[in-house]
């Protein structure tokens, strides 16, 4: 089993956790897999999936203080890699594929 492509992520800033939808070389393309996991198990494995905040909007084109403009990244390489060692060390942790 090896991650093949990261569908998508989402970082829960308040929660520190990482929702990531990903397939595997098991997987067909209708089918993905869906986890939750925190951020802090990226770390004790030795990975800094977050890359440094960024400005998406420069304060002329934006001038509203209703709009966080600073967005966290994640590395889909670091990502990849965390992954498949991740599952690797706890394979009863790697979810089901579902059906899209």
């Known amino acids: ?25 098991s997987d067909s393309d209708n089918e993905a897999r869906v986890d939750t996991i925190s951020l802090k198990e990226a770390k004790d494995f030795g990975y800094n999936l977050l890359t440094e905040s960024f400005d998406f909007f420069s304060d002329e084109d934006y001038e509203s203080d209703d709009f966080d403009d600073e967005f966290l990244d994640v590395d889909e390489y670091e990502l990849t890699n965390f992954l498949n060692e991740y599952y690797l060390v706890h394979p009863n942790r790697l979810p089901n594929s579902e059906f899209f």
């Not at 089993?1 to 992520?9: A, K």
């Not at 970082?11 to 990903?22: K, P, Q, R």
């Open 1 to 25: 089993m090896e991650i093949t492509e990261i569908v998508s992520y989402f970082i829960n800033e308040d929660s520190h956790t990482l929702e990531v939808t990903f397939r595997t070389t």
